[in-house]
């Protein structure tokens, strides 16, 4: 399978635990991103990446949220001191930016965080 | 980026078309209006994307009014595996790319 995969696909912890989510983007892609799912509502972006340079940050990623992408291949999304209101899908997205692609995102299947 | 109007849900009988419309009335000359739709516990999936003429692929079709304030995604025999969330989106092609996504339009398709 070559599309974007997550890891884990579900993850339960105790509120104050560190987690982390993995996110392997399709292999040329050149852009990465992460959004955030709550139940009833769209993804809300969180960050993005071109290669291994993060360019942007949502407001909505606190101190707590970490996220890196190290030789611009897979990335990683670290959450600090979880918290309950942390509970949401974590959706990975990757994309092709060159010339005149549009650059349509292929996202992942998510990773579902839920804190005690 | 434009933000979207959308109808919360809408409901479509097993082999008719689906119109779902889309409104977007602060777009832009540079932005091109996506469709992504979201099946339950999956992430979303790329349908179709336009600027200013209608477009069509082997999974919908993107009607775009003249003025580009709005736009209609026709499933044209819409089947129960098309019920879903569908997102509309507008967006630059330049800089972030990002998405904006809304609440979308919860489609139910009626056997």
């Known amino acids: 399978d070559t599309g974007v995969s997550q890891d884990p696909r579900h993850k339960i912890t105790k509120r104050g635990q560190n987690v982390t989510f993995r996110c392997d983007p399709i292999s040329e892609h050149n852009r990465l991103y992460w959004y955030r799912q709550t139940l009833g509502q769209g993804p809300e972006f969180l960050t993005y990446f071109q290669n291994e340079a993060q360019l942007e940050k949502s407001r909505l990623l606190s101190d707590r949220f970490s996220a890196e992408r190290p030789k611009g291949s897979f990335s990683t999304l670290e959450i600090q001191r979880t918290e309950q209101g942390d509970s949401a899908m974590y959706l990975c997205a990757s994309s092709l930016i060159w010339g005149a692609n549009t650059g349509e995102l292929f996202f992942g299947e998510g990773s579902r965080l839920t804190v005690l | 980026d434009a933000k979207t109007t959308q109808p919360p849900s809408m409901d479509c009988a097993e082999g008719r078309a689906a119109n779902l419309p889309c409104n977007h009335s602060?777009?832009?000359?540079?932005?091109?209006v996506y469709w992504y739709r979201q099946i339950h516990s999956q992430g979303p999936q790329y349908i179709i994307h336009?600027?200013?003429n209608n477009e069509t692929n082997e999974m919908a079709s993107l009607i775009i009014t003249e003025d580009r304030k709005s736009s209609t995604l026709i499933l044209p025999h819409a089947t129960l595996r098309d019920t879903a969330v569908y997102y509309c989106i507008v967006r630059v092609t330049s800089g972030t790319y990002k998405y904006i996504f809304g609440t979308g339009t919860r489609l139910k398709v009626l056997a």
């Open positions: 336009g600027l200013k």
């Open positions: 602060t777009i832009s000359g540079n932005e091109y």
